[in-house]
């Protein structure tokens, strides 16, 4: 679901990381700002989006009705999952989180660059790849992605504020189409924060893979004609907006609230749906901006391409990009004493 998102989950996650820093060090390591998202998203209304008036109209209701209901969600947050040591022995399921967001903050974590965008990582594995090896790999000491992320997360959440600021101070004395142009860069800026938000930390809500697969399945029953007029993310973000959130953040959770959907939710889901595909199949077509962070995902595309002719790897997806690059580069670091031969090759 890479066109629905749920507004409040950014607002929750900048509210969590203000809070835990005013906490004494002693209570930091008792808490897991991945459990108190989640906990908070659970009490309060989803606010899910697709297009960029969505986006809009959901960030600006939340801001003005819903300050004071995430403060205090985030802070009995605090209060009540300090003691949940589950998230040590149990945690959520890497396939359980994925997303193309995701896949970018495991490449940045690969190459140890904060701010890498999709339209810069074929240039980041080319010149990795000229180099003769990966130079993070090469001291003996392997982590995994998972546990490279985990010791990065915490750091992270303050790290992400810092470049807004400093290219807004360094805008002071410049020209007024260098202000324009740095504006533009801000806004940006932006926008790829919220496309990137939460993928430092572990939780789902199960109801949004769930949801969009039954509405697919309901679309495919329907007339071609029909499957046209329908967009299943519109059709996702009605139900789910309809629907109390289920966040989980371990695996023990994640079963726990899906036995709960299986046994008490299917109608409701279902009827919900069928509500949500008779209202788009009677609204008329609609020309609407995608949400704004909906062109990061078109230059993963265009990466996507660029990676497959670099790496000579037709099987590259967004879903394994992160995996496939770090093979490569292993692989050529482990072969770098055949360098010079694998280089005359690419050069002729």
């Known amino acids: 679901m890479s066109s629905c998102r749920n507004a409040l989950e950014e607002l929750v996650i900048e509210e969590a990381e203000a809070q835990y820093k005013r906490l004494s060090a002693d209570v930091k390591e ?42 205090k969600a985030v802070r009995n947050g605090f209060l009540s999952t300090q003691s949940d040591v589950l998230r040590q022995n149990d945690p959520m399921p890497d396939h359980e989180l994925i997303s193309q967001a995701r896949s970018l903050f495991k490449l940045r974590k690969l190459f140890g660059r904060d701010y890498l965008k999709w339209k810069d990582v074929p240039n980041t594995v080319r010149n990795a790849l000229d180099d003769g090896y990966y130079r993070g790999l090469s001291s003996g000491t392997y982590f995994s992605l998972d546990r490279r992320n985990a010791l990065l997360a915490r750091s992270y959440a303050i790290r992400r504020r810092t470049t807004p600021n400093l290219l807004s101070n360094s805008s002071s004395n410049r020209s007024k189409s260098t202000k324009t142009q740095q504006n533009i860069s801000l806004a940006e800026i932006k926008y790829f924060e919220s496309y990137m938000s939460g993928t430092v930390y572990r939780y789902s809500n199960i109801l949004e893979n769930l949801v969009a697969a039954i509405v697919e399945r309901r679309v495919q029953r329907l007339d071609e004609t029909l499957q046209k007029k329908i967009n299943i993310d519109d059709v996702s973000a009605y139900v789910l907006n309809r629907l109390n959130p289920m966040y989980a953040t371990s695996r023990r959770g994640l079963q726990s609230l899906r036995q ?80 010079p031969t694998w280089r005359a090759k690419q050069d002729v």
Not at 34 to 60: C, E, F
Not at 291 to 297: D, I, M, R, T
Not at 318 to 331: D, K, P, S
């Open 30 to 71: 008792r808490v897991d700002l991945s459990d108190v998202i989640a906990y908070a998203l659970n009490r309060l209304p989803p606010m899910y989006a697709t297009t960029m008036i969505g986006w809009v109209q959901q960030r600006k209701k939340a801001e003005q009705e819903l300050g004071a209901a995430i403060t």
């Open 260 to 339: 709960r959907v299986k046994s008490e939710m299917t109608n409701q889901i279902v009827s919900i749906i069928k509500e949500a595909l008779a209202k788009v199949i009677q609204s008329p077509e609609r020309a609407l901006s995608p949400l704004p962070f909906e062109k990061f995902n078109q230059e993963l595309e265009e990466a996507l391409v660029q990676l497959r002719e670099i790496l000579q790897r037709d099987d590259i997806t967004w879903r394994n990009v992160a995996e496939v690059v770090e093979e490569c580069l292993r692989g050529s670091r482990e072969s770098r004493s055949d360098y």
